[in-house]
C-alpha cells in the first residue's frame, strides 16, 4: 500500500481522459517521475448487506436542494471508512503505454463487419504484434504467480487448467457488482476466431467448473451469472468474463457488438466446426483502437456501406 500511496501522491495530471456520469467514473492521464500514468477513480457501492441498510447510521448531512408536493431532493453526505466502506475505488497504470492510454481515453466508435479476408489482412498480423512483451502481465499471473493471494482457483494443467481470479473493475465488497477473469494456461487461443470444433470439449469442461466454483464461493445459482468473451478483446490471449447478472455498470463490456455469451460459442462451433474461421463479424471498435489506425482497415471495413 505505501508503495501505491507514493505513486498516487507523485502524480502530476495532465488532462482528463474521460467522464462517465453513468458509471461515477473518472480516467485521468499524468505523469509520475516523467512516465506516462493513468488513474481511474469509481464511486463505490453502498454497503448493502443481507438487504439492510440504517439510513441514519449513514447519512451524516444534508442540505436541500429543492421540494416539490412529496418529493424532495438533496445534497448528502455519508460515512466512509477503510477497507469495509470506501468512498471510491481507484486504480493505477504505470508506466502507462499508448496503447493503455488510447484504450481508456474517450473515442467516437464504429461498426465493422469483419469478413475472414479483413481478419486474415488485418486483423490477424495486428494480433500478433500485440503479444509476447504487450501481455507479460498475463503470464506473470499464469507462471509466476503473481497476483496468487487473490486466485480463487488454479489449476495448473497446460492444456486444460486456468487462473479465475477478481477483476479489477470489482471493488469485492458489493456482490451485486461481482466481476471474475478467467485466463487460461495455454497459449495457443488469441481469441473466439482461433476457436473449433476441436476446442468444444474444453470449452464445455471449463464452462461448467467456472459455474461450478463461482457458485460454491459466492452462493450465486449457476443461472445468476453472466459468462463471456469479448470480440475484440482487451488482450489477445484467451479469457473469460464471469459477472453477476445484476451488475448494473458494466457500459459497453456487455453490448451487442462486443461480449458472445461462451454457450453461444459453444453452440456454433457444435453446428459448424470453423464457423468462426468461416463467418463475417460484427463488433463496434474505437476510433484510438489499433486496428482502426492500421492503413486500409478503416476503408475496407466501411466499404459494406457503400451505396
Not at 44 to 73: A, G, T
Not at 181 to 186: A, D, L
Request: glycine share 4%; aromatic share 12%.
Amino acid at each position: 500500500m505505501s508503495q501505491l500511496q507514493d505513486l498516487v501522491s507523485s502524480f502530476t495530471l495532465v488532462k482528463l481522459l474521460k467522464s462517465d456520469p453513468q458509471t461515477k467514473s473518472l480516467v485521468l492521464l499524468g505523469s509520475i517521475d516523467d512516465k506516462d500514468a493513468i488513474i481511474t477513480i469509481e464511486r463505490s457501492h453502498f454497503p448493502v448487506i443481507d438487504n439492510h441498510f440504517d439510513v441514519q447510521e449513514w447519512v451524516e448531512k444534508l442540505e436541500l436542494l429543492n421540494n416539490n408536493d412529496v418529493y424532495f431532493w438533496s445534497s448528502a453526505l455519508v460515512k466512509q471508512s477503510l477497507p469495509d466502506f470506501p468512498a471510491a475505488k481507484l486504480n493505477l497504470i504505470y508506466p502507462a503505454t499508448e496503447t493503455h492510454i488510447r484504450k481508456y481515453a474517450g473515442s467516437k466508435h464504429h461498426y465493422v463487419l469483419e469478413t475472414p479476408a479483413m481478419y486474415q489482412k488485418f486483423t490477424k498480423p495486428y494480433i500478433e504484434t500485440m503479444r509476447g512483451d504487450r501481455i507479460k502481465w498475463v503470464y506473470n499471473i499464469l507462471f509466476e504467480g503473481k497476483e496468487s493471494e487473490t486466485f480463487i482457483y488454479h489449476d495448473k494443467d497446460p492444456e486444460t487448467g486456468f487462473v479465475l481470479l477478481p477483476d479489477m473493475k470489482w471493488d469485492r465488497l458489493n456482490m451485486d457488482a461481482l466481476y471474475l477473469c478467467c485466463i487460461v494456461n495455454r497459449t495457443d487461443i488469441t481469441c473466439v476466431r482461433d476457436l473449433n470444433g476441436t476446442h468444444i470439449d474444453f470449452l464445455k469442461k471449463l464452462l461448467a467448473k467456472l459455474r461450478q466454483v463461482t457458485s460454491e464461493k459466492y452462493s450465486l445459482a449457476p443461472d445468476q451469472l453472466r459468462i463471456f468473451i469479448h470480440y475484440q478483446p482487451s488482450y489477445y490471449h484467451f479469457h473469460i468474463h464471469v459477472v453477476n447478472i445484476t451488475h448494473p455498470g458494466l457500459g459497453e463490456g456487455t453490448n451487442v457488438g462486443k461480449a458472445i455469451l461462451l454457450d453461444d460459442v459453444i453452440s456454433n462451433i457444435e453446428l459448424k466446426s470453423d464457423y468462426y474461421e468461416q463467418r463475417t463479424l460484427s463488433y463496434t471498435i474505437a476510433e484510438n483502437h489499433g486496428l482502426w489506425s492500421i492503413e486500409g482497415f478503416k476503408e475496407e471495413a466501411q466499404k459494406s456501406y457503400a451505396s
